[in-house]
C-alpha cells in the first residue's frame, strides 16, 4: 500500500503500534499482512488485533453456545466463531464472516412462527441428518401458507446491508407448492416493506403431477410458470450446504434498534398444497 513504512522503519515501533494500526484493516487484510515479515506476523496474532474484529458481544454469544468453548487467542475464538454455532438452545445458528468479521443468524423452524405447526393434521416435526437444527417443519397437507421470522438489529452488524432467506427442502412427494405464488416480504420498524412474489418450485417434476395441476388449475397453472420465466417471481436456489432457499427481501442495518419482520405467505389460493420441509431463516450480510 502506497505510503507504508518499510520493514526497517517498522521495526522501530512497538508491537503494540503495529498491532493497533492492523486493528484497523480488516480479518483478511491482517491475515495478509502476516506474510510481509515476522513483525507483521507476531503483531497480526495479537489479542488487541483480534479483540476489535470479534462482535462487541461476543462474549454474551459464547455464553448462549450449546457446547463449551476452549480458546487460547482471540484470532484463535474468532475463527472458531467462522463456523455455525449453535445458540438459545440451539434454536439459532450463529457464525461471523471470515473475511469481514460481520455477524450472520439461521433462525431455526422453532424460532419462526408457522401458521398451526403445532397441529398434526397439518404440520409435523422431524430430524433430519441433514439439518443443523434437531428439528425441521415438514408441511402434511393444508391450503393456507403462512411464515414469519423476527429478529431486532441490535442483533446484527451495524451498517450493514442484509439479506434474509428462507432454506427449505421441497420432498419428491411434494404437490400444489408452485401452483400459486406466494407473497414475501421484509419489513424493518414501523417501515412497510416491499411485497414481491416467489414459487416454491420443484428443480425436476415428474409429468404426471404437471398433468394433475393442469387437471385441477387449468390454464392458470401454465400462466403463472410462465410470468416465472419472465422473471415475475422468485424461484429457489441451491445452497452449499445441500438445501434450497428463496431470498425473501434485503434491508440495512442501521444504528439504531429495530424489529426486522421476514415472512412468506400464500394465502389466497385456497388450494392443497403439501411435501415443503423448512429448516428455517438466515440473515447474512449481503455484498
Known amino acids: 500500500m502506497e505510503g507504508l513504512m518499510d520493514d526497517d522503519q517498522f521495526k522501530i515501533l512497538p508491537e503494540g503500534c503495529v498491532s493497533?494500526?492492523?486493528?484497523?484493516?480488516?480479518?483478511?487484510?491482517a491475515?495478509?499482512?502476516?506474510?510481509?515479515?515476522t513483525i507483521f506476523q507476531s503483531a497480526?496474532?495479537?489479542?488487541?488485533?483480534?479483540?476489535?474484529?470479534?462482535?462487541?458481544?461476543?462474549?454474551?454469544i459464547v455464553s448462549k453456545s450449546n457446547v463449551?468453548?476452549?480458546?487460547?487467542?482471540?484470532?484463535?475464538?474468532?475463527l472458531q466463531l467462522c463456523?455455525?454455532?449453535l445458540i438459545d438452545g440451539g434454536r439459532k445458528s450463529f457464525r461471523i464472516e471470515k473475511s469481514s468479521g460481520k455477524k450472520s443468524f439461521i433462525l431455526s423452524a422453532r424460532d419462526?412462527?408457522?401458521?398451526?405447526?403445532?397441529?398434526?393434521?397439518?404440520?409435523?416435526?422431524a430430524s433430519l441428518p441433514e439439518s443443523r437444527f434437531s428439528e425441521v417443519a415438514v408441511l402434511r397437507t393444508m391450503c393456507w401458507l403462512e411464515i414469519v421470522g423476527k429478529i431486532e438489529t441490535q442483533m446484527?452488524?451495524?451498517?450493514?446491508?442484509?439479506?434474509?432467506?428462507?432454506?427449505?427442502?421441497i420432498s419428491e412427494r411434494s404437490y400444489g407448492l408452485d401452483s400459486m405464488p406466494s407473497e414475501i416480504s421484509v419489513e424493518v420498524g414501523n417501515n412497510q416493506g416491499s411485497t414481491t412474489t416467489a414459487y416454491l418450485r420443484l428443480a425436476q417434476e415428474h409429468a404426471?403431477?404437471?398433468?394433475?395441476?393442469?387437471?385441477?388449475?387449468?390454464?392458470?397453472?401454465?400462466?403463472l410458470k410462465s410470468r416465472v420465466a419472465e422473471g415475475d417471481g422468485r424461484v429457489a436456489s441451491e445452497r452449499e450446504d445441500g438445501w434450497l432457499e428463496i431470498e425473501l427481501g434485503e434491508f440495512f442495518s442501521g444504528e439504531n434498534d429495530e424489529e426486522v419482520k421476514m415472512s412468506l405467505m400464500e394465502v389466497k389460493g385456497h388450494h392443497l398444497k403439501g411435501g415443503l420441509i423448512i429448516e428455517g431463516i438466515e440473515v447474512r450480510p449481503k455484498h
Open 208 to 223: 404426471r403431477k404437471q398433468q394433475m395441476e393442469r387437471l385441477f388449475y387449468g390454464n392458470r397453472t401454465e400462466r
Open 20 to 29: 493497533t494500526i492492523l486493528s484497523f484493516t480488516s480479518p483478511q487484510d
Open 31 to 37: 491475515c495478509k499482512s502476516s506474510l510481509v515479515s
Open 68 to 78: 463449551p468453548f476452549k480458546f487460547s487467542s482471540k484470532k484463535e475464538l474468532f
Open 156 to 169: 446484527l452488524s451495524p451498517n450493514t446491508k442484509y439479506g434474509a432467506y428462507l432454506i427449505l427442502k
Open 112 to 125: 419462526l412462527h408457522i401458521t398451526w405447526s403445532n397441529e398434526p393434521q397439518y404440520w409435523h416435526w
Open 83 to 85: 463456523n455455525s454455532l
Open 44 to 60: 497480526a496474532d495479537s489479542d488487541i488485533v483480534w479483540e476489535r474484529f470479534l462482535p462487541t458481544d461476543y462474549q454474551d
